[in-house]
């Protein structure tokens, strides 16, 4: 009885993973048929198939009886390459921009931040018409790092971001599973952070993924950090 609790636990959140993968790469497909001539499209697009192959690989081990695998425990991480890899992954599903990407430095899972991203980036894209693009951005508050993702979409009611966002199992979208918020808030938890929401019916929303910023970069908190188009000019 306990194996299956188990296993019917690992199942849910499993098949909401598919069901991200699987709206990915029906997009993916979608936007094949309009950009298949143009090689960058083509580039992008293999980096996805690979990625998404990768991801059901590893839901596979996570139904595994035999999975033991452990998170790695946070270190220090270079933001830009990673959030430029995660853009890269996602652009030939849906426009997404990097509003501002600050050359910053902080301590979480690397895998963990990607799947966080996922699911926030994910939801967006469910939330926003076709074509209407998501902007992601990185920013320092304080002794902070600030990873937001904000979309122009159907938004969400104070009422239900207050009592419902977070519970699993509770969504405002038609075949939702209400589970990618809920997990998304416990992988940035286990990893020192928080997730902020900020929604509003009809104009949008913007998930803040707020993580600890490596200490080499507190010891100077007054010292501002280059941006890319800083650093660029």
Same mark, same amino acid.
């Given at each position: ?21 699987? =709206? ?27 990625? =998404? ?18 998170? /790695? ?7 830009v390459p990673l959030l430029q890899s995660i853009i890269d992954k996602k652009r030939p599903i849906h426009p997404i921009e ?36 998501? =902007?992601? =951005? ?44 809920? /997990? ?34 507190? /010891? ?14």
């Open positions: 009885a306990q194996r299956f609790d188990e296993f019917n636990r690992r199942m849910a959140f499993i098949m909401h993973d598919i069901k991200n993968l699987v =709206s990915q790469l029906s997009l993916l497909s979608r936007n094949a048929k309009r950009h298949a001539d143009n090689p960058e499209f083509r580039k992008d697009m293999i980096s996805t198939l690979q990625d =998404s192959a990768d991801k059901l690989n590893g839901l596979l081990a996570r139904l595994s009886q035999h999975n033991n695998a452990k998170t /790695e425990e946070p270190k220090a991480v270079k933001i990097a509003t501002q990407l600050d050359d910053l430095t902080m301590v979480a899972d690397p895998v963990r931040v990607d799947q966080i991203l996922g699911h926030l980036i994910q939801n967006a894209i469910d939330a926003s018409d076709n074509g209407q693009p998501i =902007s992601l =951005s990185a920013k320092r508050r304080g002794l902070s790092v600030a990873i937001e993702v904000h979309d122009q979409g159907a938004g969400m009611s104070s009422e239900f971001v207050r009592s419902q966002l977070f519970k699993p199992f509770a969504s405002s979208k038609n075949g939702g599973f209400g589970i990618g918020a809920y /997990e998304a808030r416990t992988m940035a938890m286990a990893m020192g952070g928080r997730l902020e929401v900020e929604s509003k019916e009809g104009v949008g929303s913007q998930f803040t993924l707020i993580l600890p910023i490596a200490k080499k970069l507190t /010891e100077n908190p007054d010292k501002e950090t280059p941006s890319m188009n800083e650093r660029a000019a």
